[in-house]
T-cell receptor, first 115, second 111 residues
Framework: DTAVSQTPKYLVTQMGNDKSIKCEQN?????MYWYKQDSKKFLKIMFS???????INETVPNRFSPKSPDKAHLNLHINSLELGDSAVYFC??????????????FGEGSRLTVL | DAKTTQPNSMESNEEEPVHLPCNHS???????IHWYRQLPSQGPEYVIH???SNVNNRMASLAIAEDRKSSTLILHRATLRDAAVYYC????????????FGAGTILRVKS
């Protein structure tokens, strides 16, 4: 049973389209994250939610809108896709703050390709 | 965010210990040291973390210098499955859950 699952794993789309990536965790965690890994392999945090409330919002274009319907789900919606949005997007979760366990659990990633 | 410096890549033989170094000369008293690894085509995976004392778990050991300006991740017996990118990350506990990943060290394991 996958702890942090993301769908879809692969997504190929045209510039200008709107797409969503879904994330679900079955670990009972109350904090979830979205990270972006670009072609140079750097992982950058985008957002973090704690109990459905936004707690981290890095400098991300407002075309990116996270939505957390409940604490087990954090979806990422991207409007007006651009070539530079091509990347692997990772969802992660943790129980409370990292001070307690230091451990983030990551999903396997969703590779987005914008043509 | 305090910075870490790691070698771009390292190579190890299977079944031998591996010492992965990390320099963090600007570390502050509120920074935890975290290590994650990323296997090919997978998400990052937690390895270990510590503050001041050395730490051991089933995956690895973390040796922290007395002045905390450097640390070493020790894999006691490298296997082919340990080939991955290893990230050394400093996290300021005052700022909650933000982990800032650097470039990491690519570890290659030879059979």
């Amino acid at each position: 049973d996958t702890a942090v699952s993301q769908t879809p794993k692969y997504l190929v789309t045209q510039m200008g389209n709107d797409k969503s990536i879904k994330c679900e965790q079955n670990l009972g965690h109350d904090t979830m994250y979205w990270y972006k890994q670009d072609s140079k392999k750097f992982l950058k945090i985008m957002f973090s939610y704690n109990n459905k409330e936004l707690i981290i919002n890095e400098t991300v274009p407002n075309r990116f809108s996270p939505k957390s319907p409940d604490k087990a789900h954090l979806n990422l919606h991207i409007n007006s896709l651009e070539l530079g949005d091509s990347a692997v997007y990772f969802c992660a979760s943790s129980q409370g703050t990292l001070t307690n366990t230091g451990e983030l659990f990551f999903g396997e990633g969703s590779r987005l390709t914008v043509l | 965010d305090a910075k870490t410096t790691q070698p771009n890549s390292m190579e190890s033989n299977e079944e031998e210990p591996v010492h992965l170094p990390c320099n963090h000369s600007t570390i502050s008293g509120t920074d935890y040291i975290h290590w994650y690894r990323q296997l090919p085509s997978q998400g990052p995976e937690y390895v270990i973390h510590g503050l001041t004392s050395n730490v051991n778990n089933r995956m690895a050991s973390l040796a922290i210098a007395e002045d905390r300006k450097s640390s070493t991740l020790i894999l006691h017996r490298a296997t082919l499955r340990d080939a991955a990118v290893y990230y050394c990350i400093l996290r300021d506990w005052r700022y909650g859950n933000k982990l800032v990943f650097g470039a990491g060290t690519i570890l290659r394991v030879k059979s």
